[in-house]
């Protein structure tokens, strides 16, 4: 059976994989000069392989439609990727938070691995090659695509088409949504596409404070993301994040970004500053114990003026903004502040609060939110309902996970439970 797959990306390339090891003769078609290119970005570099969670976990860290992913999850796991991956020489680690990584540290040693590994298989990868059509006939039926190989439109005949064309997201490696416009031309339905993983922006005042603080990375902050018309925590996390000249990153801020896009009514919330990140500085320590550590660190410095004493408590770079919102005048001596400017200090401290104004462009997301609508697609085969031999996998489907190795273990078990049908 001929196979053909418009994209060679994570989930393409282990489609192909699956669907030459079952004896089809397949090609990939990859618009980029080389396959797996997001591949490379991925992890800051070092390509965040997957997670070393049991494969049950994985589901509930994936907040955009989890449940459909239940057979691809157990037909390829973290443990059958990491397989491929020995196989081919690539060695890996586990890291904090159960993020699995290469032992070198570089991404294109696991992009290099796949390609290796489909080309050992016999499969024929055209790079530079742009899909504009996916052939049907009167009964529904895939019969090939319509691509452009070196400026020339070719038919390319097919038994079976996988669409694995990625997400909107980092358009520079080729997700430029082209895939949306193949699988609505067949009458597909492309749920509201919307930025996931993605910084955060901020305004007014908030965005003075983050450009004061821009490039300062807190480790193990506690935060929490409130709706202040409900009074209710949308998300609350442990770990890192970043202050930008736009406002706010990192891991756990990129998280609580695939949180807040779901939040009913996000976009009048954020118009009306209705969103707030409260952070936590010092979530070790309790008000009563911080303020103890505040009163022993006045102590040892009491004739000091109240802007050198608190580097013992703080980085550098924050120490500024802290003296601003904490309405204490920097030159006061530590000695002359009162017991009810302490107390507001540690509130400071305790909830360190940013205002949010929305997301950052699809261009910078990690991750499409949105996409082909699941109940179109049969979640055991990843075949599309309504054309027949028509597969998805990856991000184009309407799946999205938080960090930490979720999402392109999504491509592998989509792409593989794709090839293996």
């Known amino acids: 059976m001929k196979v053909v797959i418009i994209g060679g990306g994570a989930a393409g390339m282990v489609a192909a994989i699956s669907s030459s090891k ?45 449940k459909f992913l239940y057979s691809a999850f157990n037909n390829f796991t973290n443990i059958d990727i990491l ?130 603080m821009q490039g300062l990375s807190l480790r193990n902050v506690g935060i929490k993301f409130i709706d202040l018309e409900k009074n209710k925590i949308i998300y609350e996390d442990f770990g890192e994040m970043l202050f930008t000249h736009f406002g706010v990153s990192g891991p756990t801020v990129l998280s609580a970004s695939a949180h807040l896009l779901r939040y009913k009514n996000i976009d009048e919330l954020l118009k009306n500053d209705k969103i707030v990140l409260k952070i936590d500085l010092k979530p070790a320590l309790s008000e009563k114990k911080l303020d103890d550590r505040i009163l022993r660190d006045f102590s040892e410095e009491k004739n000091k003026e109240y802007k050198n004493c608190l580097n013992k408590l703080l980085p550098k770079k924050i120490i500024e903004t802290i003296i601003q919102v904490s309405n204490i005048r920097s030159d006061k001596k530590v000695n002359e502040i009162t017991k009810e400017e302490r107390k507001n200090l540690v509130s400071v401290l305790k909830g360190f609060e940013i205002y949010i104004k929305g997301f950052r462009p699809i261009e910078e997301a990690i991750i499409t939110s949105g996409g082909i609508k699941i109940n179109e697609i049969n979640p055991k085969t990843m075949e599309s309902k309504i054309i027949k031999g028509l597969y998805f996998a990856g991000e184009i489907i309407d799946v999205d ?8 273990q999504i491509a592998y078990s989509t792409g593989y439970t794709a090839g293996m049908n």
């Open 22 to 66: 079952n004896g089809n003769d397949v090609i990939i078609l990859e618009k980029m000069e080389i396959p797996g290119k997001k591949i490379l970005i991925t992890g800051k570099g070092r390509c965040n392989i997957t997670s070393n969670l049991p494969m049950d976990d994985f589901i509930k860290n994936v907040p955009g439609n989890g």
């Open 401 to 408: 996970a938080y960090t930490g190795g979720f999402n392109l």
């Open 83 to 212: 397989n491929i991956l020995n196989k081919e020489g690539v060695e890996t680690k586990v890291e904090r938070g159960n993020r699995i990584f290469p032992v070198s540290d570089r991404s294109q040693d696991v992009q290099k691995a796949l390609i290796r590994m489909v080309e050992k298989l016999g499969v024929k990868i055209i790079t530079n090659c742009k899909v504009s059509k996916i052939l049907v006939d009167n009964n529904k039926k895939v019969y090939g695509v319509l691509a452009n190989i070196n400026g020339k439109e070719k038919e390319i005949k097919a038994d079976k088409v996988i669409l694995a064309t990625g997400g909107k997201s980092y358009p520079g490696t080729g997700s430029t949504g082209d895939g949306y416009k193949m699988a609505e031309e067949l009458g597909h339905t492309i749920t509201k596409i919307r930025p996931s993983l993605v910084p955060l922006t901020v305004n007014n005042e908030s965005l003075k404070l983050c450009k004061n």
